[in-house]
């Protein structure tokens, strides 16, 4: 009787300390396996793009501002300080607003019509500047045809590929290209391929501009507006320290 009286009672005991420890919080011990690690020699790509770009969708930020900038809003034409014609294209608010704009009959705007003009003198941007390239105008066109609106998303960063061809030229030709071409480039530096990007690169003017160095010319143009991207530089600065080779 009192064994059966002891068992039973270190049987409640035990299952008593069972409960309790049941109604505790776990206790964190940490990561037992840590991060995953990386066997390709590249670090972790953790980047999340929470909006990332349509490629049927134009952005103005990200795809036609460089342009505008470049090739339209120079000295003398369409700046906030020369506002020809009363138009300005250094920011989405001022493109919108003096730009001549329609989104109903994108074709017939002001804006369209200037940039397929055959004349070079009415053509925008005007000789000895070059014309902007079928492509370009196709994009501008399609901004129109969407609204012209100021979309924004996040675009995806390849920073693995700093090739000439396929990265570098393209920056210059949205970022550079506009102001440094043409019978008359500003500062008297054309960049429009790849020996004359090269003699910037080794002088070391294309990256003092770039990065906004004192006593360089900050670009892109105008005066004021912000560095290119980080990625950009980023592959331009990897481009340069891989020997800026014709690849």
């Known amino acids: ?101 329609s989104t109903t009959n994108p074709t017939n705007s002001k804006m369209y019509r200037s940039l397929i003009d055959t004349d070079p003198e009415d053509r925008m941007p005007p000789a000895p500047h070059q014309a902007l390239t079928q492509a370009q105008i196709l994009m501008i066109l399609r901004w129109m045809q969407q609204g012209a609106l100021d979309l924004h998303c996040d675009a995806a960063c390849d920073t693995t590929n700093f090739k000439f061809g396929t990265a570098i030229m393209p920056i210059v030709n949205t970022y550079c290209k506009g102001c440094h071409s043409g019978s008359q480039p500003s500062g008297n530096i054309a960049l429009t391929n790849y020996t004359q990007v090269k003699a910037s690169v080794d002088n070391g003017k294309f990256w003092g501009s770039i990065q906004h160095l004192y006593g360089f010319v900050a670009m892109p143009y105008p005066a004021g507006s912000a560095k290119m991207p980080d990625c950009e530089i980023t592959q331009i600065e990897k481009w340069i320290n891989n020997g800026a080779p014709n690849d």
Do not use: W
């Not at 460089?66 to 700046?79: E, T, V, Y």
């Open 1 to 101: 009787m009192k064994n059966t009286l002891f068992l039973a009672v270190l049987l409640a005991a035990v299952s008593s300390i069972f409960i309790i420890s049941c109604d505790r919080d776990p206790v964190y011990y940490g990561d037992i396996f840590g991060e995953p690690q990386d066997t390709t020699g590249n670090p972790l790509d953790t980047t999340t793009l929470t909006h990332p770009c349509d490629p049927d969708t134009v952005y103005f930020e990200q795809d036609l501002l460089p342009i505008l900038r470049s090739n339209c809003a120079l000295s003398g034409c369409h700046d906030v300080l020369s506002h020809r014609e009363g138009v300005i294209y250094t920011t989405y608010q001022y493109t919108r607003t003096t730009g001549k704009i």
